[in-house]
């Protein structure tokens, strides 16, 4: 909740922002001072780009922020334009940098609750709850093999480049009404709908998947680990 002139506005959380929010809010262009803040890693790096900044940056973070205000607030797009620069800064990064940081990044700043479903359009869409790898079953791993190389790319991509739309065509892959096969043509239509899901569902997906393809990995470590024993055991 912020308060301006006596009045209340609202700041969406991850609950009420969403995919398509979302999505916009990655569109807006960074100015590249702050792209600089962000991608410093270390402290000292942060410290050193600090030292360089400029009042000409502050004006243009100002900018941003506005931008990102408008589409993450209900603040009137009026009462933002006319704010001082340092206000607008003042409430992005009190109310907003951290969820852009996520959004940038893939690395969600977020506590999943590990739902099993969630409704959507008067429909229950289940959350995958296994993987199957090659033709062998990891105990408990259920989900076809076509699924799991669809939503693996999608996932890489979306890591790696995050391109407007494989969020949404991630979830449309691997969420399904209980015991419906997966059908491309089914999975791009919803992937459109699913830009009005809240980025809550989105992260909860992201991080079921991240576990299930962590899971396959290790699974595949110890499947080829097992085979070159085999093959070393049958040479000695």
Partial sequence: MIEINDKQYHVKDWDTLTI???EQLTDIEIPEKLK????????????EVQKTMTVENEIDFGKYSGEVLKIMSDIPDDLIKYMQYHDRNDLYEYHCRDKIISL????????PEKIESFEFAGETFILPKSLKIFDKYIPGHSEKSLTFVEGQALFKAYAESQEKGNLKMLIAVYC??????Y?????IARSGQFGE?????????FFCITELLNTSVT????????????ASDCLS
């Fill in 176 to 181: 399904r009404p209980e015991g419906e096969e």
């Fill in 36 to 47: 600089e803040l962000y991608t410093a890693g270390t402290k000292e790096k942060f410290e």
């Fill in 104 to 111: 940038l990044g893939a690395m969600p700043n977020y506590e």
């Fill in 20 to 22: 398509s929010e979302a």
């Fill in 219 to 230: 699974t595949i470590n110890t499947y080829y680990q097992g085979a070159m024993k085999k």
């Fill in 197 to 205: 899901l809240p980025m809550s569902v989105a992260w909860e997906v």
């Fill in 183 to 187: 059908d491309e043509q089914k999975a």
